[in-house]
């Protein structure tokens, strides 16, 4: 498993912007995939956007597509969510996640479902208010 931390949580108005980091171990062999989820209060965690840290493509949720970026900094072994255009319902705990398991040929739904994923960070808190 990769040790993974999450930082850059906090309150916004809506329409504003914030940036997740989430740092991996140095130590921690690369992983395959890593990417952003989020679970807001009474509902299950659901999948914002991931990458293959390999090529560097993406796969969005739906409801982000547009207003957030997922991106890395391979030499810092950081995973980065740039959030533009936040709306009250983008309030939820972020949770950083990550895979060694090399499995191809993913549907984008498959890609963005927290089982592909077996790391996990602590999460931080994104609120946002209008």
């Known amino acids: 498993q990769v040790q993974l931390v999450e930082s850059g949580g906090g309150s916004v108005q809506a329409g504003g912007s914030l940036r997740l980091s989430c740092a991996a171990s140095a130590h921690n062999p690369r992983s395959f995939r890593m990417g952003w989820f989020r679970q807001a209060p009474g509902k299950e965690r659901e999948g914002v956007a991931v990458?293959?840290?390999?090529?560097?493509?993406?796969v969005y949720a739906d409801a982000v597509k547009g207003r957030f970026t997922i991106s890395q900094d391979k030499a810092k072994n950081t995973l980065y969510l740039q959030m533009n255009s936040l709306k009250d319902e983008d309030t939820a705990m972020y949770y950083c996640a990550a895979t060694l398991r090399r499995r191809l040929g993913l549907t984008n739904i498959q890609t963005l479902d927290v089982r592909e994923y077996d790391s996990w960070g602590q999460g931080t808190q994104v609120t946002v208010s209008s």
């Open positions: 990458i293959y840290t390999g090529g560097g493509s993406t």
